[in-house]
């Protein structure tokens, strides 16, 4: 990834994705000082499990929290012990020391500040993985790059103590690598890393686990059919489909043996519990698959009210613009469907143009969008809740397909793109500003958070500038 980033003319591309690298930073920060911390039954949970493992320990359901600092909103059980622990390794040697030391409210703030910095490189790594799926010369991995700088579920996560933004890493890491493999055929290193880059998924979220495994099972159909037509070997397909489930359950078994130990599933959830004492409630999967309220919620990336329940004013535009990626995707499927159908003009004999290649290539990503959608809608039915940061890992699929709309007419619809996701930021600003905390909760540093406001809509401002600028012409696909 560094060195094709090193290769990235020195020009408006290169300007344009370190412009939404930046507007990625800039918009975390304005959420980092906006959102009061511990304002959430979450984020406390998410601060307590660093906490507890930097003692050494695991969080179980049933004790609660062990951290429990005054005025945060603490919730009755630890609900995000059935979580892998990657992402609290990564934050709990911050975490850990300032809490004992007295100081939680640093220790959240330092949590955030990790998902700060990891959303600007969330954008990066999206960007990197776009290129690898699309033509070369393609003008949609800098649209991509936008798009992730811009949406409001990338700030979110990247300005709460969450682990969203760790396992969406991993996720959208691997499509860039799968594409590779799939491009160029399998070797040592890449069986390596996405044997890594898996047992990494697992040890993130079980969700994201069953993308992993997607995206493997991709690479192993495409190292099969090269090694069948002679373009390959099968050493290395073998390998993968060994040493990839090895890895996993070397790195991550025991944590989901024992969540079987302790919950009795795999999961490690407490839909009892939640049913008992929370406003859930078990549905029928239908019932929630034909229910519009799952396809304005889960997709939601761009909204900044994306995270409260669709009752607010804001769900008329979350319904606007899910109904229009929805117009969206069908298009951009269809193009897909008639590149594959057509050899490609270097010759189908080429090992990067092959049409085998290139149909998987373009399946991949939404084949693990059918994969989460379906785990999410699942999750949903039995009780759990329905939030977009659900969905951030296959958030990359969602922002190739909106890259491909804007870029059929990039002067007009990347600058209309940037003004209505600016203004509602702004709306979304002013309103948190402007609404005192609930008495007792920690109050918000008002005048920093304006501060950052100022700069993440001009962050936004550059990066949609910028962006503008370097895509020319009409991108019909992201397929190779």
Known sequence: MIRTLR???AGPRRTAVGASVLCAVLLSLTVLLTDPPYVTGDEPAHVDYAYQVWHGELPVFEEGLELRPDGAHLPPVQWTAQHPPLYYLLVSWLVGPLADAGHPVAAVYAARTVNMLLAGVFVVVAWWSAGRMCRPGSALPQLVAMVAGLAAAVA??????????????????????GATAIRRGL????VVLLSLLAAASALSRLSTALIAVVVVAFVVVAGSVRATQGRGRWAPVVGLAAVAPATVLAAAGWFYARNVALTGNVQGSHFDWALQNQVREVRPVWEVALDPVTWARLPDFFWWAGRVPPTTPYSATTLAVTATLLVWTPLIIALLARLARHPSRTGATDV???????????LLPWAAVVVSVSAQVLYTAAGGGTYPRYLLPVALPVFLGVAAGLAR?????????GAVATADLISWLF???TTPPEPGLYGEPTALAAVAGVLGVGGAVVAVVATSRASKGRVRSPAL
């Open 352 to 362: 990067g143009e092959h049409l085998a290649d290139r149909r998987l290539i373009a």
């Open 431 to 433: 309103a948190e500003l």
């Open 156 to 177: 979110h996560a990247g300005g709460n103590a969450f682990n969203d933004l760790v396992a969406t890493l991993c996720v959208t890491t691997m499509f860039g690598v």
């Open 7 to 9: 290769r990235l003319p």
């Open 187 to 190: 070797g040592t290193r890449l």
């Open 409 to 417: 007419r990039p002067r007009l619809l990347v600058p209309l793109w």
